[in-house]
């Protein structure tokens, strides 16, 4: 039985909580296949304990993680470094078998252990679409205008991870942000007529975000979190967790170099879809959902820092 199968064997064993070594492949007993490691398939081997941990690496449902284990056969506790795969992910057991079996492979071992993240982008280039992973630019686009808002309106609440209306809110203000990797294209996309839709008394703005992949410098998701306040990080963090992004993610490493933001008031002259766009204030029957582009190159913008600096404080 080769090392793949073995894996799925444990794994589908269904008591909760045993441990069941990996002997055909390791005569010492060094790799372990956990099958409920808080609640999640896992696979590991015992690396000890290091000054510095090893951090931790995340992407969609996959966890590698270096962390304190006591397996049966052993009297103390000892540090494994172990990959794991989210319980809700179960269905892809298969895929996940092949990665774990590679995990803990002797062949390869010292340079894993030597550089974690490396081994996994790898693999996640060539597990292509079986994983969804989130798109790092719009998001990284919203913290850079957040973290610009919030030095001035304290107040200010980033709601574009949980699906607001507008990414970024306060008493009486909204921005939605639209980010983008292209240098020359200024069309975005709204998704709905309640996006840019105006509340009686509020000023809604779209801030156009353009940025380049930069892989030696730039801004991400990491840098820019370090630059708040440490009492503001539990709050990003919920919000990068709704993302999809959890703390120790490799895409919140990826780098962007920011080129330029636009700052545009959604006014009278902004072209827009609205609920009153349509007979009854409501979309025709059997339409479900509608999403429509905008071209911004011709519509008026704001200077950004002008924008910026002045929001009240």
Same mark, same amino acid.
């Given at each position: =039985?080769n090392?793949?199968?073995?894996?799925l064997?444990?794994?589908?064993?269904?008591?909760?909580?045993?441990?069941?070594d990996i002997?055909?492949?390791?005569?010492?007993a060094?790799?372990?296949?956990?099958p409920r490691?808080e609640?999640? =398939?896992?696979?590991g081997?015992? %690396?000890g304990?290091?000054?510095?941990p090893?951090? *931790?690496?995340?992407?969609h449902?996959i966890? =590698?993680?270096?962390?304190?284990i006591?397996v049966?056969?052993a009297?103390?506790?000892?540090?494994?470094? /172990?990959?794991?795969?989210?319980?809700?992910?179960s269905?892809l057991?298969d895929?996940f078998?092949?990665?774990?079996?590679?995990?803990i492979?002797?062949?390869?071992?010292?340079?894993?252990?030597?550089?974690?993240?490396? &081994?996994?982008?790898?693999?996640?280039?060539?597990?292509?679409?079986?994983?969804?992973?989130?798109?790092v630019?719009?998001?990284l686009?919203?913290?850079?205008?957040?973290?610009?808002?919030?030095?001035?309106?304290?107040?200010a609440? &980033?709601?574009?991870p949980?699906?607001?209306?507008?990414?970024i809110?306060?008493?009486?203000f909204?921005?939605e942000?639209?980010?983008?990797?292209?240098?020359?294209?200024?069309?975005?996309? /709204?998704?709905?007529?309640?996006?840019l839709?105006?509340?009686?008394?509020e000023? %809604?703005? /779209?801030?156009?975000v353009?940025?380049?992949?930069?892989?030696?410098?730039?801004?991400?998701?990491?840098?820019?979190?370090?630059?708040?306040s440490?009492?503001?990080?539990?709050?990003?963090?919920?919000?990068?967790?709704a993302?999809?992004? *959890?703390?120790?993610?490799?895409?919140?490493k990826?780098a962007?170099?920011?080129?330029? %933001?636009?700052?545009?008031?959604?006014?009278a002259?902004f *072209?827009?879809?609205?609920?009153?766009?349509?007979?009854?204030?409501?979309?025709?029957d059997?339409?479900?959902?509608?999403?429509?582009?905008?071209?911004?190159?011709?519509?008026?913008?704001i200077?950004?820092?002008?924008?910026i600096?002045?929001?009240?404080?």
């Amino acid at each position: =039985m080769n090392i793949r199968n073995q894996l799925l064997k444990v794994w589908n064993n269904k008591e909760t909580g045993s441990y069941r070594d990996i002997a055909y492949y390791f005569s010492d007993a060094d790799a372990w296949a956990f099958p409920r490691l808080e609640g999640a =398939m896992a696979a590991g081997f015992a %690396v000890g304990e290091r000054n510095p941990p090893i951090a *931790p690496v995340r992407f969609h449902g996959i966890e =590698m993680i270096h962390q304190l284990i006591r397996v049966e056969t052993a009297s103390e506790p000892d540090w494994f470094l /172990v990959i794991k795969l989210d319980s809700k992910l179960s269905v892809l057991r298969d895929t996940f078998a092949l990665l774990a079996s590679e995990f803990i492979s002797r062949e390869q071992r010292e340079a894993l252990v030597a550089d974690p993240e490396k &081994w996994l982008k790898t693999w996640k280039l060539l597990l292509g679409n079986a994983y969804h992973e989130p798109t790092v630019y719009p998001v990284l686009g919203e913290l850079v205008i957040y973290q610009a808002v919030e030095k001035q309106i304290k107040q200010a609440e &980033w709601l574009g991870p949980f699906g607001g209306t507008c990414d970024i809110r306060w008493s009486g203000f909204g921005i939605e942000v639209k980010s983008t990797v292209s240098r020359y294209d200024s069309t975005i996309t /709204v998704h709905g007529e309640f996006q840019l839709k105006l509340e009686e008394g509020e000023e %809604v703005f /779209v801030a156009h975000v353009r940025f380049e992949p930069s892989p030696t410098d730039g801004l991400s998701i990491d840098t820019l979190v370090s630059g708040f306040s440490e009492d503001k990080h539990a709050y990003l963090e919920d919000r990068l967790d709704a993302a999809g992004l *959890p703390a120790g993610s490799y895409d919140r490493k990826r780098a962007f170099r920011l080129l330029d %933001v636009s700052i545009l008031p959604v006014d009278a002259d902004f *072209p827009r879809i609205e609920p009153q766009s349509f007979r009854n204030g409501k979309l025709p029957d059997g339409v479900n959902q509608v999403s429509y582009q905008v071209d911004l190159s011709n519509l008026k913008t704001i200077d950004y820092d002008t924008f910026i600096s002045s929001l009240r404080k």
